[in-house]
């Protein structure tokens, strides 16, 4: 029988319920927490031993951080309630387009040195951020995440077809015009008899090289498609006709389907499973040294900030679901752990981290509200990113296995986001209709009209190449424009405890 003089938060329940209710909580993230490192690792270009590892390192700084957050480590870090800590899908564009502009082992470096900057600064950002609350009410966040999961949706679709570049790219150059273009560069320089006169052939001009034009069999195939859809069609039923745990784990066993599937047709291999180790400690800067580049930092740091805001948010609405108030000192020590988790990512090779608004759900869902739960998932996921097999399985899943997933995923994120604005007093204030408007629309730049900031100064192209920054200058602005310095607490809150999903 539990002390009445115990917090519910602070309840400490047997072992056996501890490991189950805390495995719930792994799986319920576990989709969520691995998408990032498959995203940005295949952006990058990187082997498939090296994605391997970015993967093992994010499931055990998932559960380093956890610890960190819910049992605390001095007051200065952690709130000391049940979060669970997972990468944020926020600073998913911003690495994708440094990844695109700097693939291999030097872009991750250039990116785990943006990290580690922006972790630094958001710990020393933390006990301010809670006073910048007012900046950022829920017509400023819904539309940022609602911003934020329409960028990652081109993501998931290329997940389901094919990159837009690369060998599964819609179109490809014609071998025989490749083969052409070789033998004109093979007499460069040369003279050939033309009409009776001798002519000199032309060098090929420096950096000419063929449009493709041949539409490439290996975008779009049929099985694939049939595969991807197969995924969303499985996470669908599973979330209309399952109920409580399992109708949590729709996306993951969605994937689960697929793979079976894809297996089954023999488009999924094991090889890479069985050559990996069973047991690997990580360590830090394992797959790239980092590298501190101002404006990267500066980027990264500026999505930290939206993303200390959304767990303000998060921290308010558990507090008042485990009725425990938390005062100024106890949310700077949840939002230094934003940054200080950030920090880690960045050392040990990962990315930035933020509570889990799902696994906040779930707290409601379960009416369980001890902490400890939150400790033993985090002791679960620090033991799943020691093993090298599991990480290895998850990378060896086809893109197209993880496209129906993927549509999923990133729509929940900006489904989120409208159902915040849902909170939005549109009817009062036609005003706000012009920030969410203006806002999305300039969000959309960068995906619309890649290449916009070709006339502008490159210092300072990572910093506006992001549709999500964008639309955060451009909703903060407009929001201060329009409505001024209202506090809007009540609001925020009422907008944190709709918002499931990252």
Not at 74 to 81: E, M, N, P, S, V
Not at 199 to 221: D, E, F, H, I, R
Request: proline share 6%; net charge positive; hydrophobic share 55%.
């Amino acid at each position: 029988m539990t002390d009445a003089l115990v917090a519910p938060v602070d309840e400490r329940l047997p072992g056996a319920k501890l490991a189950a209710l805390g495995l719930q909580h792994v799986l319920v993230m576990y989709a969520g927490a691995i998408a990032v490192p498959l995203i940005v690792g295949r952006a990058l270009k990187l082997s498939p031993e090296q994605v391997t590892m970015l993967i093992q390192a994010d499931l055990f700084c998932c559960g380093l951080v956890t610890l960190i957050q819910s049992l605390g480590a001095t007051q200065w870090f952690g709130i000391k309630l049940p979060v669970m800590m997972g990468v944020t899908f926020a600073a998913v564009a911003p690495m994708v387009s440094m990844a695109n502009n700097n693939p291999g082992v030097a872009g991750a470096g250039l990116i785990f040195g943006a990290i580690i900057g922006a972790g630094v600064i958001s710990m020393l950002l933390a006990p301010v951020m809670s006073r910048l609350l007012r900046f950022f009410p829920p017509v400023v966040t819904g539309t940022i995440i609602a911003v934020i999961g329409i960028s990652l949706m081109r993501v998931g679709v290329n997940w389901i077809f094919g990159n837009p570049v690369g060998p599964t790219a819609p179109q490809i150059v014609d071998p025989a015009h490749a083969q052409w273009l070789a033998s004109i560069k093979g007499l460069a320089g040369a003279t050939v008899n033309a009409g009776g006169a001798a002519v000199a052939v032309p060098p090929v001009p420096p950096g000419l090289v063929l449009a493709p034009t041949q539409s490439n069999p290996a975008y779009a195939q049929l099985p694939h498609m049939a595969i991807a859809g197969l995924a969303l069609v499985a996470t669908l039923l599973v979330a209309k006709y399952a109920r409580g745990f399992v109708a949590n784990i729709s996306v993951l066993l969605g994937i689960v389907v697929a793979a079976c599937i894809a297996t089954s047709m023999g488009l999924m291999t094991f090889d890479k499973v069985a050559k990996a180790k069973w047991f690997d400690v990580v360590l830090p800067f394992e797959v790239a040294t980092p590298v501190f580049d101002p404006v990267l930092i500066l980027t990264m740091a500026l999505v930290m900030v939206v993303v200390m805001i959304e767990s303000t948010g998060m921290f308010l609405a558990l507090s008042e679901m485990n009725g425990k108030p938390i005062d100024q000192g106890q949310l700077s020590a949840g939002l230094r752990v934003d940054g200080l988790g950030t920090l880690i990512g960045g050392i040990f090779n990962t990315f930035p981290y933020t509570s889990f608004s799902q696994n906040v759900g779930l707290v409601g869902v379960t009416g369980v509200k001890s902490r400890f739960v939150c400790v033993a998932a985090g002791i679960i996921l620090m033991v799943l990113g020691m093993l090298p097999k599991m990480a290895a399985l998850v990378e060896s899943l086809p893109s197209f296995v993880l496209g129906g997933a993927g549509l999923v995923m990133f729509g929940m994120v900006a489904a989120t986001g409208i159902r915040i604005l849902g909170a939005v007093n549109f009817a009062g204030s036609r005003n706000n209709l012009f920030i969410v408007a203006i806002s999305v629309g300039i969000g959309m730049i960068p995906l619309v009209a890649p290449r916009f900031l070709q006339s502008l100064p490159h210092a300072i192209h990572p910093l506006i190449e992001s549709g999500i920054l964008l639309a955060s200058f451009s909703a903060v602005l407009l929001n201060l424009y329009f409505n001024g310095f209202r506090d809007e607490r009540a609001q925020t809150l009422a907008a944190a405890k709709v918002a499931d999903a990252h």
